[in-house]
């Protein structure tokens, strides 16, 4: 199955889309290629911080003139479309960036005083991105979003992923697609947060982190809360703080991005 995203327009959540879907099918145990056809531009790399296997050089050719042969006589720059290759007197100047590769100048060249070089114009790196089940895919996700500054939305059981997803990107936001992971365990909270196991029980105590049943021998978690464990663990280093200090910061975001929220869902019924 080939899946396309596509727009005429910059800023569409392309790249956004694309690599969540990636790496959601890689989760559930699919082998994915992921294409990123922006000749200018790639940028998925930067997304799935991929492990570079090899790398190869590319070429174009690009005219190399044969000073003893050429006779100066003009017929190369006169063929050329694109001004890559122009003559003053004897001397031939050639502009490898105007260049086209198109061969003309080397095939009509009287004296056969032109041949064609390889020119390196880049590199492509052949790259993997290793994904061990849902773990990796969770912590893949929350790294993402927490990395943009924003938080991934927890869909509703059934909900449609992609419609859902179009809504909120429409309206600015981000969609981490957490939907397709039911749950994260204690242990798996603990190893993507890298905090100490007794500061995270802190925060469960102090109502920053939920777990499904507190009561339960052995936690669970929803998905959206591995996103502020990682926040939380960002907190604690950047500002130093206790864990009630973090728990106070986090209930703060909280509010910061309902009201956010809300505001985007105003502007987007608004037009």
Same mark, same amino acid.
């Not at 296997?53 to 044969?66: G, K, M, S």
């Not at 009287?110 to 993997?128: F, Q």
């Not at 052995?218 to 500002?239: M, Y």
């Given at each position: 199955?080939?899946?396309?995203?596509?727009?005429?327009?910059?800023?569409?959540?392309?790249?956004?889309?694309?690599?969540?879907?990636?790496?959601?099918?890689?989760?559930?145990?699919?082998?994915?290629?992921?294409?990123?056809?922006?000749?200018?531009?790639?940028?998925?790399?930067?997304?799935?911080?991929?492990?570079?296997?090899?790398?190869?050089?590319?070429?174009?050719?690009?005219?190399?003139?044969?000073?003893?042969?050429?006779?100066?006589?003009?017929?190369?720059?006169?063929?050329?479309?694109?001004?890559?290759?122009?003559?003053?007197?004897?001397?031939?100047?050639?502009?490898?960036?105007?260049?086209?590769?198109?061969?003309?100048?080397?095939?009509?060249?009287?004296?056969? $005083?032109?041949?064609? !070089? &390889?020119?390196?114009?880049?590199?492509? =790196?052949?790259?993997?991105?290793? +994904?061990?089940?849902? %773990? /990796?895919?969770?912590?893949?996700?929350?790294?993402?979003?927490?990395?943009?500054?924003?938080?991934?939305?927890?869909?509703?059981?059934?909900?449609?992923?992609?419609?859902?997803?179009?809504?909120?990107?429409? $309206?600015?936001?981000? !969609? &981490?697609?957490?939907?397709?992971?039911? =749950?994260?365990?204690?242990?798996? +909270?603990?190893?993507? %947060? /890298?905090?100490?196991?007794?500061?995270?029980?802190?925060?469960?105590?102090?109502?920053?982190?939920?777990?499904?049943?507190?009561?339960?021998?052995?936690?669970?978690?929803?998905?959206?809360?591995?996103?502020? $464990?990682?926040?939380?663990?960002?907190?604690?280093?950047?500002?130093?703080?206790?864990?009630?200090?973090?728990?106070?910061?986090?209930?703060?975001?909280?509010?910061?991005?309902?009201?956010?929220?809300?505001?985007?869902?105003?502007?987007?019924?608004?037009?």
């Amino acid at each position: 199955m080939r899946i396309a995203f596509a727009s005429g327009k910059g800023g569409t959540g392309k790249t956004t889309m694309a690599t969540n879907f990636a790496a959601l099918l890689a989760g559930r145990g699919v082998a994915v290629r992921l294409l990123d056809a922006d000749v200018e531009e790639p940028d998925c790399h930067l997304f799935l911080h991929p492990r570079v296997e090899r790398t190869e050089p590319v070429h174009v050719l690009i005219p190399e003139v044969d000073e003893a042969a050429c006779t100066g006589c003009g017929v190369c720059s006169e063929v050329c479309a694109f001004k890559a290759i122009t003559v003053i007197g004897t001397t031939v100047l050639i502009f490898p960036e105007l260049c086209h590769s198109c061969g003309a100048c080397a095939l009509l060249c009287p004296e056969k $005083a032109i041949r064609e !070089v &390889g020119r390196e114009t880049g590199r492509v =790196e052949h790259a993997t991105v290793a +994904l061990e089940g849902d %773990a /990796g895919l969770l912590t893949l996700l929350a790294e993402l979003a927490t990395d943009l500054g924003a938080q991934p939305v927890q869909l509703p059981p059934g909900g449609k992923a992609a419609y859902h997803a179009a809504a909120v990107l429409s $309206a600015g936001g981000f !969609v &981490g697609l957490l939907d397709a992971i039911a =749950e994260v365990s204690w242990t798996e +909270l603990v190893a993507a %947060a /890298g905090l100490p196991e007794d500061e995270l029980r802190e925060l469960v105590r102090y109502g920053a982190l939920v777990p499904r049943d507190p009561e339960a021998p052995t936690w669970t978690f929803e998905a959206r809360w591995l996103v502020v $464990a990682k926040a939380a663990s960002r907190i604690r280093r950047d500002f130093e703080l206790d864990p009630y200090g973090v728990s106070v910061v986090l209930s703060y975001l909280e509010r910061i991005e309902r009201l956010e929220t809300e505001i985007r869902a105003l502007h987007a019924r608004l037009g």
